[in-house]
């Protein structure tokens, strides 16, 4: 039932507008979403998980490996990201980057970012490069990720 939900949800954030009357985004608007793919990378870096978690609207969804995950809160994320860097501190992964981000729609209240992300192990080597679509939301005078698909 909860992956149903999920898909509910989640076909409501793709069709619905979240607000009555978007309007064309501004250059700030394309900046602020930049700025949080930012902030996202650099947490997930640095293995912060409550600077990682504030990158986000919740619920978050993401799309990958064949399912789909969601965190209703902040703190579930945190919860949740503190098990992921303990599992990526077992593996050879040392950072990742951006390696393309291209907004390819946005208004002052949504934004879809296609992006391609890239794993390296500290020797500077890569373990994989992936593409991710981001969905950003402006909700409460703040831009967050709502979604993320991934092809991992």
């Given at each position: 039932m909860?992956?149903l939900?999920?898909i509910?949800?989640?076909?409501?954030?793709?069709?619905?507008?979240?607000?009555?009357?978007?309007?064309?985004?501004s250059?700030?608007?394309?900046?602020?979403?930049?700025?949080?793919?930012?902030?996202?990378?650099t947490t997930?870096?640095?293995?912060?998980?409550?600077?990682?978690?504030a990158t986000?609207?919740?619920?978050?969804?993401?799309l990958?490996?064949?399912?789909?995950?969601?965190?209703?809160?902040?703190?579930?994320?945190?919860?949740?990201?503190?098990?992921?860097?303990d599992?990526?501190?077992?593996?050879?992964?040392h950072?990742?980057?951006w390696?393309?981000?291209?907004?390819?729609?946005i208004?002052?209240?949504?934004?879809h970012?296609?992006?391609?992300?890239?794993?390296y192990?500290?020797?500077?080597?890569?373990?994989v490069?992936?593409?991710?679509?981001?969905?950003?939301?402006?909700?409460?005078?703040?831009?967050?990720?709502?979604?993320?698909?991934?092809?991992?």
């Open positions: 909860k992956t939900q999920s509910a949800l989640l076909s409501l954030l793709m069709v619905l507008p979240l607000t009555g009357n978007a309007q064309p985004s250059s700030i608007d394309e900046q602020q979403v930049m700025s949080v793919l930012d902030a996202f990378m997930f870096s640095n293995s912060d998980p409550a600077g990682h978690a986000y609207h919740t619920p978050h969804f993401r990958a490996r064949g399912s789909m995950s969601n965190w209703a809160t902040e703190e579930d994320v945190v919860s949740a990201h503190v098990r992921v860097f599992r990526l501190s077992d593996t050879d992964w950072h990742s980057e390696v393309e981000r291209d907004i390819i729609s208004t002052d209240t949504k934004a970012v296609a992006t391609s992300v890239r794993r192990r500290e020797d500077g080597s890569e373990i490069t992936f593409e991710s679509l981001y969905i950003l939301i402006k909700q409460d005078g703040r831009w967050g990720i709502k979604f993320r698909s991934s092809f991992l």
